[in-house]
């Protein structure tokens, strides 16, 4: 499979043809990410045996247990890694934010890089009634948006039933797509996609334009983003 949006972002990047993570809270001791430096090394080794070449750090932004973390701690802590990340274990880091946005819009947003990309979480289980006045407000604000973890959000495929039957509706979706809005799917989910039959039109139809691992620490089940397995993929 091609995810037309991570190709964008390596090329924005001028890193053409290369395997790009995009979503990703490695970094030890900042948000919930890994454990310890040992921790992320290991973690980046198994990334770079799977093919990753590019790497976004996406730590939480907007998130009560991390009252510590804004645009200029990101900065400052994602400078302490660069050079080691990419020197070690080979692999170019950059960084980003995973902003889980409830009103007002902060007055910074965080950008994946130095594209115009913003990776946006919303409530996972209860319908967010400002969703489409918080993507108006970051779009007019200069900025892409990206749905982090798409499969996730269970109100954006409501069931309904028709006669006998329970199909998904998937008008709010073609609603957020006349907007202009990406989505961004975890690589796991695509591993364990019986799990997730709702998303199979998506995938099929292309609307669903970029991949990250979401990979936080060693054991936390998500699997880092195998990228001759993604190649081979078919839905």
Not at 195 to 214: Q, R, T
Request: glycine content about 4%.
């Amino acid at each position: 499979m091609n995810f037309i949006g991570n190709t964008e972002l390596a090329e924005i990047h001028g890193l053409n043809q290369q395997n790009v993570d995009m979503h990703a809270h490695i970094l030890p001791d900042f948000d919930d990410g890994s454990h310890d430096l040992k921790e992320m090394i290991e973690i980046l080794k198994l990334m770079k045996k799977r093919g990753t070449d590019v790497l976004f750090w996406t730590p939480h932004l907007n998130l009560n247990p991390f009252p510590h973390i804004n645009q200029e701690s990101i900065e400052a802590y994602y400078q302490q890694y660069e050079n080691l990340v990419h020197q070690e274990i080979g692999i170019k880091l950059f960084s980003g934010a995973e902003l889980f946005y409830t009103p007002p819009l902060p007055k910074k947003l965080f950008s994946l890089g130095k594209s115009d990309f913003c990776l946006i979480e919303f409530p996972l289980d209860i319908y967010p009634r400002y969703l489409f006045e918080g993507i108006y407000n970051i779009q007019m604000a200069g900025y892409r948006v990206i749905m982090a973890h798409v499969e996730r959000y269970r109100w954006l495929f409501p069931k309904k039933k028709n006669f006998l039957r329970t199909k998904v509706d998937y008008s709010l979706v073609e609603s957020l797509k006349n907007k202009n809005v990406y989505f961004q799917v975890n690589y796991t989910t695509l591993l364990n996609i019986t799990e997730y039959p709702y998303m199979l039109p998506l995938l099929n139809e292309n609307k669903i334009e970029f991949i990250g691992s979401d990979k936080h620490w060693l054991t936390d089940k998500r699997s880092v983003i195998d990228f001759e397995t993604l190649s081979k993929m078919e839905f």
